[in-house]
């Protein structure tokens, strides 16, 4: 099984600021098959990135991803209060696919 | 607009049984995977199984392998989760979840909003 292991555990900044967060395989993934998730509180999770970079639709282009192999690296750029969540990292390229542990951003 | 409605969690006994559904409208339901995914309380993302859209291909997780059984019905545009002897620690909220391609990537870009199962005596 892969292990994602996730970057910090939680992330205090504030609005206007830059996350950066980090996902590290404990093998190579590829660039394939990389997705990150953000989840507000009481919410379902939503798919910001798939493919390691790609937006998935109605992502605003202040979300970047990166990152290939081991690892990978979630960017947002000018935290709006939105931002303020908890970010999934996981990997699809072998079964079981498995996500990070999380990494909350918090102000 | 493309939706996804779990229902069927619940109370169940320690090796009792549950049958999780999804309803998914808003877009072609077999042109997509499907998969489970489960969050227990506080806790983070478990992927927990994947069906692919025609094909009939499915995947488990270690976890629940042998036990949970994933299945759909394409014309009613449904899937489900068949549950049997059920542990303590499979309680979870379950989500439904779509993929972004017909076979299963494990790449979900649309979820539902959950189904409480407990699993208690």
């Known amino acids: 099984e892969i292990v994602l292991t996730q970057s910090p555990g939680t992330l205090s900044l504030s609005p206007g600021e830059r996350a950066t967060l980090s996902c590290r395989a404990s093998?190579?993934?590829?660039?394939?098959?990389l997705a990150w998730y953000q989840q507000r509180p009481g919410q379902a999770p939503r798919l910001l990135i798939f493919?390691?970079?790609n937006r998935a639709s109605g992502i605003p282009d202040r979300f970047t991803g990166s990152g290939s192999g081991t690892d990978f690296t979630l960017t947002i750029n000018r935290l709006e209060p939105e931002d303020f969540a908890v970010y999934y990292c996981?990997?699809?390229?072998?079964?079981?696919?498995?996500f990070g542990q999380g990494t909350r951003v918090e102000i | 607009e493309v939706q996804m409605s779990e229902s069927g969690g619940g109370l169940a006994q320690p090796g009792g049984s549950l049958r999780l559904s999804c309803a998914g409208s808003?877009?072609?339901?077999?042109?997509?995977?499907m998969s489970w995914v489960r969050q227990a309380p506080g806790k983070g993302l478990e992927w927990v199984s994947s069906?692919?859209?025609?094909?009939?291909?499915?995947f488990y997780a270690d976890s629940v392998k042998g036990r949970f059984i994933i299945s759909r019905d394409n014309s009613k545009n449904t899937l489900f989760l068949e549950m049997n002897n059920l542990r303590v620690e499979d309680t979870a909220v379950y989500y439904c979840?779509?993929?972004?391609?017909?076979?299963?990537?494990?790449?979900?870009?649309?979820w539902g909003q959950g189904t409480l199962v407990t699993v208690s005596s």
């Open positions: 979840a779509k993929d972004l391609l017909r076979r299963a990537t494990g790449m979900s870009d649309y």
């Open positions: 808003g877009f072609t339901f077999d042109n997509y995977a």
């Open positions: 069906m692919s859209g025609t094909s009939g291909d499915t």
């Open positions: 093998q190579s993934v590829g660039s394939s098959y």
């Open positions: 493919g390691a970079s």
């Open positions: 996981q990997q699809c390229a072998r079964s079981p696919w498995t």
